[in-house]
C-alpha cells in the first residue's frame, strides 16, 4: 500500500493550491505546450497544459477533482512513459518521499523534453528560520533531515538548474508544513497536521509536549510578544524552493 493511501485520507481538505504559488509554477513552466505531473496527488497546481498525472496513492487519485488530467499508478522512479513525452514534468513537494530520489530525477529527465520544475525545500534555511521547528517541534524537524535533499545535490543530480524562492504568503491556502507560520493556532488542530506530512509522519505522542508549550504560549501571549516582528510581514521565506532545470 502507498503511503499516502493511510496519510492522504483528508487530504484535499487542508492542501488546496495557493493562488500565488501556481503563478509562480506556471510561470516556471513556461511556455511548455503539455505537462506530466509527478506525485501528482489530488492534482494541486496543474496548468490546463497538463496531459496526465502520476501517482502511486489510489487514495490520493480519487481526491482529485472531475475534470483533472487522467492519472495513472505508477511511482516516480518507473515512469510508464516514453522518452520526451512532454515538454514539461513537474513534481510538486513530492520528491522527499521517494525512495530512489536519483533513480526518480534520471527518470523525469527522460521523460521531458525541455524543462524540469521541482517545488522542494531547503532545509538548512527551513530549520534556521521557522519558529515552529526551531522553537517547539525539533523532533519534527530531526525527522525531515533524513529526506530532504540539499538544493545543491539535487541540481547537481538533475545535471544543473537554477532556483527561485517560493514566497509563502500569510494567508496561504495550501496547507504545507510552514503555510501557517503567522497562524500558529492552526497547528493545534489535528486535522491540519494531518495534512503535514513531517508532522503526522513524526506522530502527536513524540509532538505533544511541544504542541502543549505552543498552546500555553498562545494563551499566555507569549508566542505575540516572541515573535511580534512576524506580525508585521505579508510573505515570508522559509526555505521553499522552486528548481527549474532544463533540458
Ligand atoms: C505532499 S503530496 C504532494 C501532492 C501534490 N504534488 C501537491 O503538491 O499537492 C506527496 C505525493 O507524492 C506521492 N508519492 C510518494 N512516493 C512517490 C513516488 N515514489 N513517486 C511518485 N509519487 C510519490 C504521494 O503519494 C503523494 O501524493
Redesign the pocket.
Known amino acids: 500500500m502507498?503511503?499516502?493511501d493511510t496519510l492522504?485520507t483528508t487530504?484535499a481538505r487542508t492542501?488546496q493550491?495557493d493562488p500565488r504559488i501556481a503563478a509562480q509554477i506556471h510561470a516556471a513552466l513556461g511556455d511548455a505546450a503539455d505537462v506530466i505531473?509527478?506525485?501528482?496527488?489530488?492534482?494541486?497546481?496543474e496548468p490546463p497544459e497538463t496531459v496526465l498525472a502520476?501517482?502511486?496513492?489510489r487514495v490520493?487519485i480519487t481526491q482529485r477533482p472531475q475534470g483533472a488530467a487522467p492519472a495513472v499508478r505508477?511511482?516516480?522512479?518507473h515512469l510508464p512513459l516514453p522518452v520526451d513525452a512532454a515538454d514539461a514534468v513537474m513534481?510538486?513537494?513530492?520528491i522527499h518521499?521517494?525512495?530512489d530520489l536519483a533513480a526518480?530525477l534520471r527518470e523525469l529527465r527522460r521523460v521531458a523534453r525541455r524543462r524540469v520544475v521541482i517545488?522542494t525545500w531547503d532545509q538548512r534555511v527551513f530549520r534556521e528560520r521557522f519558529w515552529l521547528v526551531r522553537d517547539y517541534l525539533p523532533e519534527a524537524a530531526a525527522f525531515d533531515e533524513t529526506r530532504a535533499t540539499p538544493i545543491d545535490r539535487l541540481v547537481d543530480l538533475l545535471g544543473g538548474g537554477r532556483q527561485e524562492p517560493v514566497r509563502i504568503p500569510h494567508d496561504c491556502v495550501?496547507g504545507?508544513a510552514a503555510a501557517y507560520w503567522r497562524r500558529p493556532h492552526l497547528y493545534l488542530d489535528p486535522q491540519v497536521r494531518a495534512g503535514i506530512?513531517m508532522l503526522a509522519q513524526t506522530g502527536d505522542d513524540v509532538l505533544a509536549p511541544g504542541l502543549a508549550r505552543l498552546g500555553a504560549d498562545l494563551t499566555t501571549g507569549r508566542w505575540h510578544a516572541r515573535y511580534a516582528d512576524l506580525l508585521t510581514l505579508d510573505t515570508i521565506d522559509l526555505g521553499y524552493r522552486l528548481v527549474v532545470s532544463e533540458a
Open positions: 502507498a503511503t499516502y492522504g487530504y492542501r493550491p505531473n509527478v506525485g501528482a496527488g489530488a492534482g494541486s497546481y502520476v501517482e502511486p496513492s490520493m505508477a511511482v516516480a522512479e513534481a510538486l513537494l513530492t518521499h521517494w525512495s526518480g517545488l495550501d504545507f506530512s
